[in-house]
Structures are given as structure tokens and as C-alpha cells.
């Protein structure tokens, strides 16, 4: 390809900025925020605007601990997305809600950048340009006719929150992808780079909030008036900086009634959360420690100690982030709130449509309703679809990171897709067997797609292609299978998980525990406790999809 | 929900008040096997007790003349500790001897030698390679696990300086900084050392009545559950002691106490304002006492081959190598070629392993030997310096 694509890995997976503890949820920082927090919010249970209003000066104190500076980021998608949602829906915007809204993004910025607004008196600046751009898109869309309003108002909200997406996220990745190939063709391109850091989670929230102002264009639900309960729902701290993504047909109107607060979903969130810690800070932390060394150095290891390796990124991934979308949806939960499910046993898919319906689902879905089906979905017959699965996944793998190797990934996923499109599985799995034959079935499918699936993390996690290359090299090399030091490290941490998803997938219920005995039940949940007492691993290991 | 054990599975209702008395009677036994084969079989803990009482002098001291042993997956050691609270096989006359030369190590777990038995301990390596080097010199151990730098200054008032060293040998590590905030025994008051506790003994109290039961001495060098409780138990304490003398420290002096060191405005006040504040009284005191002193730097082992040094991160601004006598392993431990060597142990508390004590010791041996830190000259140094330049 002629392009150094390591250091584009680089970029993404190092060049970013600590993650302050607070942002963490299984540190001490945030269960200290946490307590006082949810003790104030229970305090507040019979006043819904104060506890809404706490939710969202919450959600900014917990992203502001990272980094004030892109608050600013947020409350810009927010304030657009409030106006362009009223606008999508075809609605005239009052000179009251313009000025609200210009006051939420001024104040707002001022308070968040106050401290420390000698230093970032730009970005001050840049909220001051934005609202002042703001005032000439309104004066421009009050003339327009009610459908190209609403035309006019979706395209803002696109070319804001994307164009956040692309100078935070892509400028550095495409101009010094540029700035390489153009070297390779003999011409010096130079500029000045922007090492900004990458805020985080903001692939989640400008999704979210993009989704929002989409749904009232297609006219599948109401815009609100309510600009705190729109901000609270943006910025709801449990999900705001990995998801999951949630759309707002879904998590908006919950804010707009009183939330149930009982003793059994207290408890029971709780316990979702502890099993989420369990798989983050147990489970993937420690893998991290195999996975890390496989991949930092694939040319110094055995060919059994590489797949060890791979089998540890593979589980560390899954549990790294199912692990944190479990942990959201816990606090969520005690606050009174339900999100959506995430993860749903994708290692136990035997196709790639399976598989996502099962990983990362609010992203899978999201690509699928505003993407795929914005492509035009199947309606093109064969050829056209294959493209719209290959595209949507391609700009799927871009979604999570601005690396080369996730370009590859995501190409690599709309093939698989593709083929097994082509291949009619799904549908050949679709056809009743004997019930021998229906589980051999199963299994061969399984293991041969759960192999797919790791040389899909392998592509992912590879630092450049370069690595990626030597460790796909050392793999099939068969280079002493002697050294499996790290294997029963491996076994000690996944055979607990998959006895634990075999359950689920035998009781069809991600929370089965009130379907075994109290006496089970109970020494399931001594295990994690036990575990998240004895097993958490000690170092900083932030969640992979913090860089997304 | 949570009260269904108390129930009968079937019909729904509450057991008997008997039944239910006995299954919150057997509950936490049950927990307590149920946590300790659970530690056994996934968790392999460390078992790491410490043997420390309450000494006259307000601060930890060793409890004399205990024996205990160390077990992790990678060790199983005996520590014993002489009738005068030092790790030593025999006592030292406080009256040092004609022509002896003394050299006082000051530390915390890892100068005491945990994880090692003593023959492989930082002091007993320094003292034969001093030997080696024809510089016979008897070392005593006063570290005690736990110890930052402002026990040391206390310790070296009352237990050091009666034995007349020549020589004050002081560890430094990263958890020095926030130890001497933890401790409390000193402060800085416009950049000035005072000292403000008058005691030390966290947790003291309540382990001395334990320790006169012979089944808690037993649990706490067999019993892998208790282990974790205790470690989990004193870091939350740390945890809280240490805000809560940050607080105070913040609230007594608002301009300083912040412990960081990138805010823009100087501070006077910060841990390693107070660090560097000690340690120039530990010089002062062994200079005021006819002693030499030298700071020997433990590097943080949590990620090898990625080690690092309070020297170069936290302290950088201070400049220690330029005013200090100063002795560290960096340069041998981050050799490309020393990189799958093991200087710490990974599976118990991340302690030196017995090469790290030597390379330690070699580098310290070097530093007294090269800056003839020693009163006793005229030997032949060149096994010592060999020996640590092939590291």
C-alpha cells in the first residue's frame, strides 16, 4: 500500500491523553463521585427537573474531569441537535428557544472553560464564531419552505457533528496519510498538523445525537422542547463515553417520568455492575498482560505463544467492553434508567449476521437503520447489496479507530459478510436437522466462525501492518509449540466466562441467576466477589474502547 | 430477592426461626472456606505477614527476637529478627568497638529484605561485597516494612545514631512521597521541616492484641483470605489517611499542599517538597554525627522491563544525583540486554528478587567505594567495580 500504517497505529492507540480515574468505573474516584451523586439523586427522587438537572451537571463533572475543554464539544452537538431536531420536524425556531440555546452554549462554555479560560480562550472564541454561524443558519431556514427546512436542518446537523468526528477524530489520520503518500510520489506536502487528542467518546455521543435528529426527519418520533432533558440524555454520564449508543426513542422519554427506584433494581443493577467489573477489571486486565506481550514483540514468540496471545485479545476485547456496557447499564439501572443490551453471547455465533446482532449491538443496529439502509439496504438485489454490506462495514471499522488496521478490519468484515452472504449459511442453518445433527452443525459453524472472528482481532489490534504481518507470519509458522507458560493463565480467567455464557445461552437469559438455586446463585456471586477482591488487576488498563 | 436463602424453594415461605438462625450462623463460616479455597485455587495470594509492634520512639519497630516465614508462588523464606528489633542473625553492642566500621541501612520492605532470606538481602550482599572489596564493614538493618523517609528521620534520633554508623544509607522510592504525607510526622511550614506527629502506629494497637493469640499468628502466615483482607483493609486506610492529611495540610497552608508538582505557581508544600525536606535533614543529622550518607534509589518494578525512578519522574526537579551521595540500579536494570532478567518478584508484593538485591548492592558497594564514603581507605576496590560494570 506504500503507506506506514504503524504510525497510524500509533496514533490511535498512543497518542492519546491519560483517562483520569474518575471516567473509570471500577476506580475509587467514581465510586466516591458515584455516592454522592446517586445519594443526592435519591434525595431528589419527588423533583424529576431537579434530578434531571443533577443528571446532567453530573454527566459534565464527569466528563469535565477528563477534559473541560471538549465539554464545549458536547454542549455544541447538543445545541445544534436541539435546534435541528425542532427544525427536521418542520417547526419555524422561536427567537426564545434560539436565544435559550445560544444562552446554554455561552454560559455554558464560559462556566466549563472559566478556570482555565487563559489557556483555552480559543475554543471560547470558536463557540462564540459557532453561535454567530448559528444565527445566520436560522435567519437562512426561516425563508425556506417547510420541506427543504427540514432538509436544511438534518444537512446541519450532519456537517456539525460529523465535521466533529472529522477534525477530532480523522484530520491527523487522513492528512498524514496525505502527507506519506504524497512523499512516496516524490511531492513534499507539509502543514501544520493538529495533535489534538481524541475526546473521548465522541463517536458515541455524536451518534447518539445524530440518530436523534435522523429519527425526526424520517418522522419516527417528536422532537423535544426540553433542552436540559435533551442535554441530560446527550451527556448521561453511565453511557456517555463508550456506550452504548443509545437512540433516543429509547432513553429520551425516560426522562421525562418519574424513574422507578425499588430496592430489587438497586440490587440488581448492582450486581449487573459487579459482573461487568468482573469482566473488565478480572477478566480483560489481565489478558491485556498476555495479549500485550504477544503483540508487542510477534517476531521474538512461539507460534503457540502468539495464539495464546491472540486468544487472550480476543477475550480481553469482548470483556473490556461488554465488561463497561454492563457496568453503564448497572448504574443506569439504580438511577431508575434501563439501556439497551449491548453484547449478547457473539462468540457463540456461527455467522457474521449473528455475530452482529450480538457485538457492539447498538453500533451494529445504528450502522444497519441509518447506513445500510441509507445505501439502500438489499432493495438493489444482489450486487448492490454486497457493495451496501461492504461499504457499511468498511465505515464501520473507520468508526473505531483512525488506523490503517481498522480500515483492514472493517473491510475484512464486509467480506466475510459477503461470502457468507453469497454461500446462502444463514440460510442453509435455517433448515431443521435431527437434533445430533443440528448440534454438530452448530459447533463446526461456531469454531469455524469464532476462528474468523480472531483473525478479524488480529487485524484490529496489530500495532500497523507491518506487526500485523509478522504475527500472521509467526501463527502458521508452527515456530515451536513448546511454550504454553501462559495457558493456564488463559483457562484461569475464560473457562469461568464460558461456563457462565453456556448458562446463559441455556436459560436464553443474560440475567439467569433467579433461575438456579439461591445455593448456586449465592456461590456465583461469592465467585466475582472473590474475584474482584483477589483477581483485579493492579495496574491502569483503561477500556480499549475509550480510543473509539 | 437477597432474603430468598431464608426461603423454602418450593412453597415460598420462610423457613423456621431455628433453620434461619442456623443459616445465618453457618453463612459466614461458609463464606470464610468458601473465600479461603476460592484465594487457593485461582488466586495463589502471597502470604506476607510483618511482625511490627509499637517502639518507645512513636514509630513501627520490628517485634524483637520474632521469626516468620514468606510464602508466594515464587518464594517460601524465614525472616528472623534479633532481641533489638533488626533483621540480623545476632545482636550489635550499642558501643561500637574499636577500629569497627558501621554502616546503618534505613528502609522499608524492600531494605528489610522481604521475599528474600537474609543471606540474599540488600545489607548482607553490601556487607560481603564490602568484605570482598577489603572494606570490612558491620551493617545494620533498621528498616521496617511500611517505613517512608519520615521514619527514618525519627528512627535515625532514636535507634541509629547510639550506634555511631559511619556510615547512613537511606532507601528511596516512589512510595516515600506519599508515605511522609500518610505519617504525618513532619510537615513543611514556608519550606521549613517541622515536626508535627508524635506518633506513628496505625493499626498498632489492634495488632498487638491479636498477636497474643497463637490462632491469629497462625492465620496470618497461613491463611491466603485473611492475606487479602489485610492488604485490601490497610490500603483503604492509607487511602484515607492520606486524604485526610492532604486536606489538613491544604487547609493549613491553601498556597502549597497540593502534591502537583505541574501547577504553574511554585509550591512549598508539596510531598516532594517535604521529601527533599527530609532527606537534607537525614544528611544533616549523619553529618552532624561524623556519618557519611547515601541515597540508594529502588526503581518501581510493577512492569519490567519498564522500570522507572521517583529520580526521574517525581524528585526531577530536585536534582538529587547533583546534591546527594546517590547509588541506583537504573542504568543496569534497563540494559536492552537485562531486559527478561527478573530484579522483582511478580507474584507476591513486587520486592527485589535476589538478583535485584545484588545488582542493588553492587551498585551501592560502588558508590561508597568510589566516593570513598568510608572512613577506612587504602583497599583495593577493583573486584567491586568490575563486578558492577558487567551487570
Known amino acids: ?548 | 430477592m437477597i432474603v430468598d436463602i431464608f426461603k423454602n424453594t418450593t412453597s415460598g415461605r420462610f423457613h423456621s426461626p431455628g433453620k434461619i438462625a442456623l443459616i445465618l450462623l453457618c453463612a459466614p463460616i461458609y463464606i470464610l472456606i468458601f473465600g479461603e479455597i476460592f484465594m487457593r485455587l485461582f488466586a495463589g495470594v502471597a502470604l506476607m505477614p510483618r511482625y511490627v509492634t509499637g517502639g518507645d520512639d512513636g514509630i513501627r519497630r520490628n517485634i524483637p527476637n520474632s521469626a516468620y516465614s514468606q510464602t508466594s508462588q515464587e518464594v517460601d523464606i524465614e525472616i528472623r529478627v534479633n532481641s533489638q528489633g533488626l533483621r540480623a542473625d545476632r545482636d550489635f553492642p550499642l558501643q561500637k568497638p574499636e577500629g569497627t566500621c558501621r554502616i546503618a541501612v534505613l528502609g522499608d520492605s524492600f531494605f528489610m529484605g522481604y521475599e528474600v532470606d537474609i543471606e540474599n538481602s540488600f545489607s548482607y550482599l553490601l556487607e560481603s561485597k564490602l568484605a570482598d572489596a577489603n572494606q570490612p564493614c558491620e551493617i545494620l538493618n533498621f528498616s521496617v516494612s511500611g517505613f517512608g523517609t519520615a521514619e527514618y528521620i525519627v528512627s535515625m534520633e532514636s535507634r541509629v545514631l547510639p550506634f555511631d554508623p559511619d556510615l547512613v544509607i537511606f532507601e528511596l522510592h516512589q512510595t516515600d512521597l506519599r508515605e511522609n504525607v500518610i505519617s504525618n510526622l513532619f510537615t513543611l511550614d514556608d519550606g521549613q521541616l517541622v515536626r508535627t506527629g508524635n506518633n506513628y502506629l496505625p493499626a498498632i494497637a489492634v495488632r498487638d492484641k491479636l498477636m497474643q493469640y497463637a490462632i491469629y499468628r497462625w492465620l496470618i502466615e497461613h491463611s491466603q483470605l485473611y492475606s487479602v483482607i489485610r492488604e485490601h483493609a490497610g490500603k483503604t486506610v492509607k487511602q484515607l489517611l492520606l486524604v485526610k492529611n492532604t486536606v489538613k495540610n491544604y487547609l493549613s497552608n491553601p498556597s502549597g499542599a497540593t502534591g502537583n508538582s505541574t501547577d504553574t505557581a511554585p509550591t512549598q508544600n508539596s510531598p516532594e517538597d517535604l521529601l527533599h525536606a527530609l532527606l537534607e535533614r537525614g544528611r544533616q543529622l549523619s553529618n552532624e554525627n561524623n556519618a557519611e550518607f547515601l541515597l540508594v534509589d529502588i526503581p518501581n518494578g510493577f512492569d519490567p522491563p519498564n522500570y522507572y525512578s521517583v529520580l526521574d519522574i517525581e524528585m526531577k526537579d530536585y536534582d538529587l544525583p547533583a546534591n546527594f551521595h546517590l547509588a541506583s540500579p537504573m542504568n543496569v536494570f534497563t540494559r536492552p540486554e537485562n531486559s527478561k532478567k527478573k530484579y522483582y518478584y511478580q507474584k507476591g508484593h513486587l520486592h527485589l528478587s535476589i538478583e535485584g538485591n545484588r545488582v542493588v548492592a553492587d551498585v551501592a558497594a560502588q558508590a561508597i567505594l568510589s566516593k570513598s564514603l568510608l572512613a577506612v581507605t587504602g583497599a583495593d576496590h577493583s573486584d567491586v567495580e568490575r563486578a558492577s560494570t558487567e551487570d
Open chain 1, 1 to 548: 500500500m506504500g503507506i506506514d500504517a504503524s504510525s497510524d497505529a500509533a496514533v490511535s492507540l498512543n497518542k492519546k491523553t491519560r483517562v483520569l480515574p474518575l471516567v473509570l468505573f471500577h476506580t475509587s474516584t467514581f465510586f466516591l463521585f458515584f455516592a454522592i451523586f446517586i445519594a443526592l439523586y435519591f434525595g431528589l427522587h419527588k423533583f424529576l427537573t431537579a434530578q434531571n438537572l443533577l443528571v446532567l451537571v453530573g454527566s459534565y463533572i464527569f466528563y469535565a474531569a477528563w477534559d473541560e475543554r471538549f465539554l464545549v464539544l458536547i454542549m455544541a452537538s447538543t445545541a445544534t441537535d436541539y435546534i435541528a431536531g425542532l427544525g427536521a420536524a418542520g417547526r419555524q425556531i422561536s427567537r426564545r428557544v434560539a436565544l435559550k440555546t445560544a444562552a446554554f452554549l455561552l454560559i455554558g462554555s464560559g462556566v466549563a472553560l472559566g478556570a482555565t479560560i487563559a489557556e483555552s480562550w480559543q475554543f471560547f472564541a470558536a463557540v462564540v464564531v459557532f453561535v454567530g454561524a448559528g444565527a445566520l443558519a436560522l435567519r437562512h431556514a426561516t425563508g425556506l419552505e417547510e420541506a427543504s427546512r427540514r432538509k436544511f436542518w438534518m444537512t446541519i446537523s450532519l456537517i456539525v457533528n460529523l465535521g466533529l468526528l472529522a477534525v477530532f477524530k480523522y484530520f491527523n489520520f487522513f492528512a498524514d496519510s496525505l502527507a506519506t503518500l504524497a512523499s512516496g510520489a516524490g511531492l513534499e506536502l507539509t502543514w501544520t498538523t493538529l495533535y489534538i487528542a481524541l475526546p473521548v467518546g465522541i463517536s458515541f455521543y455524536t451518534f447518539q445525537t445524530l440518530s436523534y435528529t435522523i429519527d425526526i426527519y424520517r418522522d419516527r418520533m417528536k422532537p423535544t422542547e426540553k433542552l436540559m432533558e435533551l442535554a441530560a440524555y446527550i451527556a448521561f454520564f453511565p453511557q456517555l463515553v463508550a456506550g452504548p449508543i443509545e437512540r433516543a426513542r429509547n432513553l429520551l422519554p425516560q426522562f421525562f417520568k418519574r424513574r422507578e427506584i425499588t430496592f430489587e433494581r438497586i440490587t440488581s443493577g448492582a450486581m449487573l455492575f459487579a459482573w461487568g467489573m468482573y469482566k473488565k477489571a478480572v477478566i480483560a486486565d489481565n489478558l491485556s498482560i498476555i495479549a500485550n506481550d504477544a503483540f508487542a514483540s510477534p517476531d521474538t514468540m512461539t507460534s503457540a505463544g502468539l495464539w495464546l496471545g491472540l486468544i487472550a485479545f480476543t477475550f480481553q476485547i469482548y470483556c473490556d467492553f461488554s465488561g463497561y456496557s454492563d457496568m453503564a447499564r448497572g448504574i443506569a439501572r439504580i438511577m431508575g434508567f434501563d439501556l439497551m443490551v449491548n453484547f449478547r453471547l457473539p462468540y457463540f455465533s456461527r455467522t457474521p449476521s449473528e455475530f452482529w446482532r450480538g457485538w457492539h449491538i447498538s453500533l451494529s443496529s445504528w450502522l444497519r437503520d441509518y447506513l445500510y439502509i441509507g445505501l439502500g439496504g438489499n432493495r438493489g438485489g444482489g450486487l448492490l447489496t454486497y457493495r451496501n454490506l461492504f461499504l457499511t462495514m468498511l465505515l464501520g471499522g473507520l468508526w473505531h479507530g483512525a488506523a490503517w488496521t481498522f480500515v483492514l478490519w472493517g473491510a475484512y468484515q464486509g467480506s466475510v459478510l459477503v461470502v457468507y452472504r453469497i454461500a446462502h449459511i444463514d440460510q442453509w442453518l435455517a433448515r431443521p436437522l435431527s437434533p445430533v445433527f443440528e448440534f454438530t452443525r452448530s459447533a463446526i459453524t461456531m469454531a469455524i466462525f469464532f476462528f474468523l472472528t480472531m483473525i478479524g482481532w488480529l487485524i484490529f489490534r496489530a500495532n500497523g501492518l507491518d506487526n500485523l504481518a509478522t504475527y500472521f507470519d509467526g501463527l502458521f509458522a508452527m515456530r515451536a509449540l513448546g511454550d504454553t507458560g501462559s495457558l493456564t493463565t488463559v483457562l484461569k480467567f475464560i473457562v469461568p466466562l464460558v461456563i457462565v455464557q453456556i448458562l446463559q445461552a441455556h436459560y436464553k437469559k443474560l440475567e439467569f441467576q433467579f433461575d438456579v438455586t439461591p445455593f448456586l446463585r449465592y456461590n456465583m456471586y461469592l465467585f466475582v466477589l472473590f474475584s474482584i477482591v483477589a483477581l483485579t488487576y493492579q495496574g491502569e488498563v483503561e477500556f480499549i474502547y475509550f480510543d473509539f
